[in-house]
């Protein structure tokens, strides 16, 4: 089993700052990519950055210049900072690693989410 923890998530005001963390922990072999993913009420979740082992990274185009991603390959651990906050950032936030873990006593390719963590805009 892989466990993500998240923590970072709150309410802030428009053009306001919060960074989120992202710790990967259990039966991993390795982990490929790693990312967040955000879903607003009444929509669906949608990818707002990921970032390989590599270090190459996509963006979302609505968060481009705005957010950055970054990741510890020795920790699993995945950051997102994100400034410039518009109240059409608000949403949980998921984060999500993509790698080989176990399940059920064998190792597959395959993804993991953690729980969620809120994040507030306010205008």
């Known amino acids: 089993q892989v466990q993500l923890v998240e923590s970072g998530g709150g309410l802030v005001q428009t053009g306001g700052s919060l960074r989120l963390s992202c710790a990967a922990s259990?039966?991993?072999?390795?982990?490929?990519?790693m990312g967040w993913y955000r879903q607003a009420p009444g929509k669906q979740r949608e990818l707002v950055a990921r970032?390989?082992?590599?270090?190459?990274?996509n963006y979302a185009d609505s968060v481009k210049g705005r957010f950055t991603i970054s990741r510890d390959n020795g920790k699993n651990t995945v950051f997102l900072q994100m400034n410039g906050l518009k109240p059409e950032d608000t949403g949980v936030y998921y984060c999500?690693?993509?790698?080989?873990?176990?399940?059920?006593?064998?190792?597959?390719?395959?993804?993991?989410w953690g729980q969620g963590t809120q994040v507030t805009v306010s205008s």
């Open positions: 970032i390989a082992t590599g270090g190459s990274t």
């Open positions: 999500n690693a993509e790698g080989i873990f176990a399940s059920s006593g064998t190792y597959r390719y395959q993804p993991a």
């Open positions: 259990g039966s991993i072999i390795s982990i490929n990519y």
